[in-house]
C-alpha cells in the first residue's frame, strides 16, 4: 500500500510543523593534521563566520581517532565524534586537496560515522556544506568527492561551495582569513547554509521517509 502523500496530507503536515527557535546546531570537521593547516584555519573561519550569524558551532579534532577498522566503537574519538554528529543539524567538510582527492583524515572521519545507530540517524535529513583548500590552482576535485559523500550520508548537500586556491597565500599569522572573494565565497556558503539549516532542520523525518524501508510496516 501506497503512504498517504496527497496534495493535502503533504501541505497539512508543513504546516503542522512547529519551526524551532533555538540556534542552528553545526558541526565542523576537517582534513588534516598538521599544526599549520590551511584547512583546519578556513574550518575555523567558517566556524567563526556561523557564529556571527547565531549558529551554535562545534569543531571535531580528528587528531587521535583511529583508522576505521569496524570495532574499536567504544574508543573516546570515536564516541565523541558520534556524539556530535547525533548532536548536529548541519554539518560542514572541509578537506584539502590531496593527489587530485579528499584526504585519508576527513574520509576517516565520515567512514566512522554510521547511518544509523539503532533508531538514531546521525547524518540522514541533515544540511550539509563543503569546502576544499588546494595548494595549486583552483580546482574542485575534493568538493566533487565530499558531494559524493554527502549523498552517501543522505545529506542535504546546499548547491554553494567553496574551494581556495593557493592557500598558503590566503591566511593572516594569527590564522584568520585575509580579506579577499575566497572568503566572501566562505561567507555566501556559510549563509546558505545557515538559511537551509533554518527551512529543513524541522522537516527532516518528513524528508527523510523512504516507503521502501517502511514497505513491511505499511502491509
Ligand atoms: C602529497 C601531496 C599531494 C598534493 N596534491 C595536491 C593536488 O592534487 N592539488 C592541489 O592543488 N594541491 C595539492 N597539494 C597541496 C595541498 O593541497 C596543500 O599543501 C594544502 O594546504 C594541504 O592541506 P593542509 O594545509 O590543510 O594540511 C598536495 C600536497 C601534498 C603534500
Not at 556530535?84 to 566512522?112: R, Y
Amino acid at each position: 500500500m501506497l503512504p498517504d502523500h496527497s496534495l493535502h496530507t503533504s501541505l497539512q503536515k508543513i504546516k503542522e510543523t512547529k519551526l524551532s527557535e533555538h540556534a542552528p546546531r553545526v558541526l565542523v570537521l576537517y582534513g588534516s593534521l598538521r599544526p599549520e593547516s590551511y584547512s583546519k584555519k578556513a574550518a575555523f573561519e567558517a566556524a567563526r563566520i556561523l557564529e556571527s550569524f547565531g549558529a551554535d558551532v562545534k569543531i571535531y579534532d580528528p587528531e587521535g581517532l583511529p583508522v576505521f577498522d569496524r570495532q574499536s566503537y567504544e574508543h573516546h574519538k570515536v564516541q565523541e565524534l558520534h556524539e556530535l554528529a547525533q548532536w548536529s543539524e548541519a554539518m560542514v567538510w572541509c578537506s584539502p586537496e590531496i593527489h587530485g582527492n579528499i584526504t585519508s583524515v576527513i574520509k576517516n572521519q565520515i567512514d566512522w560515522i554510521p547511518l544509523s545507530i539503532g533508531s538514531v540517524r546521525p547524518t540522514q535529513g541533515r544540511t550539509l556544506a563543503v569546502m576544499q583548500v588546494s595548494g595549486g590552482s583552483q580546482s574542485f576535485n575534493a568538493v566533487n568527492s565530499l558531494r559524493i559523500l554527502g549523498r552517501w550520508m543522505r545529506m542535504y548537500t546546499i548547491p554553494n561551495q567553496s574551494s581556495v586556491a593557493m592557500a598558503w597565500k590566503e591566511f593572516n599569522d594569527d590564522g584568520t582569513m585575509k580579506d579577499s572573494s575566497y572568503r566572501d565565497r566562505i561567507i555566501d556558503v556559510m549563509e546558505e547554509l545557515f538559511h537551509m539549516t533554518l527551512i529543513l532542520r524541522d522537516h527532516s523525518e518528513f524528508l527523510t521517509h523512504r516507503f521502501s524501508e517502511n514497505k513491511s510496516d505499511a502491509e
